[in-house]
């Protein structure tokens, strides 16, 4: 069935760096993407989100990337800090609304 | 922002008994409220979907049964986990989507399960 799935599970970066994030997804036909967040024990946290008829997006030291001929997206993090440091799922939207997460990468910030 | 409540946040139960746990939008009105679980080190994977006034639309796989849900008013939605064996404990975490924003879904924090 489709799926939404993530190229690395652990991404281990020093604090300062910027942080790169890689999703795949394989159905070509969403066209809403989101990042989230979850910290240990709790709920996803929004981050950013993009619409498939951009492929740029940026927030407040992130930026979200949509390579949609690759069905690719990923998630930059700038001057990532210990507070980063969590599990980070991208989400498809796909009819009524509905999410298919990925499976999540963790970040560690080492200090 | 929206804010989205789950209680309670942590239960312990015993096999066979079941278990309710409410989800909340607190400032705003959800049409469509979410049910996820999520085992450890795992990804979020949905149970069903959840319609104010109508019957919650359930994922393949999901005994509706077992897992019942109602969606009594636009700010409540309720998971209620029958007969609970330990294989259900799990973290269950809900969504819900403001109805003027078609597309965001607000999560709740998420209630950690433990069935003995």
């Known amino acids: 069935g489709e799926s939404v799935g993530l190229h690395l599970p652990t991404l281990s970066v020093q604090e300062g760096d910027n942080s790169i994030i890689n999703c795949a997804y394989s159905n070509s036909a969403s066209d809403y993407f989101i990042w989230y967040k979850q910290e240990s024990g709790k709920g996803p946290q929004f981050i950013i989100d993009i619409r498939s008829n951009m492929d740029k997006r940026q927030g407040q030291r992130v930026t979200v990337l949509l390579n949609k001929t690759v069905k690719h997206l990923s998630l930059q993090i700038a001057a990532t800090q210990p507070g980063d440091s969590a599990v980070y799922f991208c989400?498809?939207?796909?009819?009524?609304?509905?999410?298919?997460f990925g499976d999540g990468t963790t970040l560690t910030v080492k200090p | 922002g929206a804010v989205v409540s789950q209680h309670p946040s942590w239960v312990i139960c015993k096999s066979g008994t079941s278990v309710k746990i409410e989800c909340r939008s607190l400032?705003?009105?959800?049409?469509?409220m979410f049910w996820y679980r999520q085992f450890p080190k795992q990804s979020l994977m949905l149970m069903a979907t959840s319609n104010e006034g109508s019957k919650a639309t359930y994922e393949q796989g999901v005994e509706k049964d077992k897992f019942l849900i109602n969606h009594a008013s636009l700010t409540l939605s309720t998971l209620t986990v029958t007969s609970a064996h330990p294989e259900d404990s799990s973290f269950y975490i809900c969504?819900?989507?403001?109805?003027?924003?078609?597309?965001?879904?607000?999560f709740g924090p998420g209630t950690r399960l433990t069935v003995l």
């Open positions: 989400a498809e939207n796909t009819n009524a609304g509905k999410s298919t």
């Open positions: 969504s819900a989507r403001d109805g003027l924003a078609t597309d965001t879904q607000y």
């Open positions: 400032d705003f009105q959800a049409t469509t």
